[in-house]
């Protein structure tokens, strides 16, 4: 009997039938997963592991760059866009982004500029609003654009608004309105887009500063009083408030609650002279104080108007003259000497960052507005710039 022999290929029978082509590698089993299952194993990586994950393949990448996933981490960093309600401030920007841009801020890599200068001595005040910086000097407010690369500002102002005598010492930017006090002892209010503007006489010394919502302007004075005024129809600037006070008002602001009226005082043991330079609301109920004492304090008026929760000590025995916060860790503060910016990590005792923007001359840092990419400070004779996306 013949031995059954294996079964011959065509090649060796001599047929002209070509090879089948390799078939490609199956894919792998964890593509079979659902995606919200996957962003769910994704969701416990940290940083360092999101980031390896994004170098595999191209699906990895584009699933591991997904803000779902960054948003639990950005609301750990500083200045990333998020408050501590988890409101996102600057939802056009990717999220893994900003916390690229994060890590800057804590370890101060920065590139400084001065994007603006003028000859004489002022005490400036700025608000920033979205592709404007808005800038007083001397009696007038002046806009500038910001570049569209972010790199700096428009050399020429896009529009100038005046109505003051003398130099203007605050003012405000809410809802398309720009509310100032100046020197004059008055109060003007101009609508940005148009030619309306009112103005009145609201004390009888300079108006250190104001604070506008909600057809309520407030305001400070030297004369050692505070106003409330009103802005409905037929009784602009009729005041409806006055509360006297020891000491020059410096600084005010209006709660976010609005009920117009004074509800309480905060702080029983401040030292004659430690006045109280700027105030910031984080939320109804959580703000932020600096001035004189060299203090930064952090206040929750539901627990304690008497005492604050917890309170930062400027290094160099300096007078905080501005103070601002991202709504969730992060502080920036300027001061009198030496034209220092300090960052502060809430988390910490002590400052995170500082950097020295004066010139040779000594020069406060009268006011300073950020973003999530930059910061704005307002010196006596510049306005600087650091771009904390090109360390």
Known sequence: MGRKGSPRSPQAEGGSRAASPPSSPPLSPLWALPEELLLLICSYLDVQALGRLGQV??????LSSRDLLWRR???????????QLGTDLAAGIPVKERVKVSRNW???RCRRETVLKWK??????????????????????????LCPDGTGL???????????????????????????????GNIVLHKIQGSYSVKFSAHEQ????????????????????????????GRVGQCLHTVQTEDRVWSIAISPLLSGQLLTCLGTDFHRGAGVLDVFYETPSLLLSCGYDTYIRYWDIRTSTRKCVREWEEPHDSALYCIRSDGNH??????SYYGVVRLWDKRQTRCLQSFH??????????????STTHLYAALASALHVLDFTAP
Not at 163 to 173: A, K, P, S, T
């Open 330 to 335: 992060m502080i920036a503060s300027g001061s």
């Open 154 to 184: 428009q050399r020429h102002p896009q529009a100038i608004f005046s109505g003051h005598q003398e130099d203007v010492c605050r003012f405000v930017l809410v809802n398309s309105h720009i509310v100032s006090g100046g020197g004059d």
């Open 106 to 108: 804590r370890h101060g």
């Open 120 to 145: 004489r001595n002022l005490m400036p005040w700025m608000e920033l609003d979205g592709e404007y910086l808005y800038l007083s000097q001397a009696e007038n407010i002046q806009a500038y654009q």
């Open 57 to 62: 393949c191209r699906r990895l990448r584009f």
């Open 357 to 370: 923007l004066s010139s040779p001359t000594s020069s406060p840092v009268y006011c300073l507005r950020f």
């Open 73 to 83: 981490i950005a609301r750990g960093c500083l200045n990333s866009g998020f408050t």
């Open 206 to 233: 300079e108006v250190n500063c104001v604070d506008f919502q909600g057809g309520l302007i407030v305001s400070g004075s030297r004369d050692r009083t505070a106003k409330v005024w009103s802005l409905s129809a």
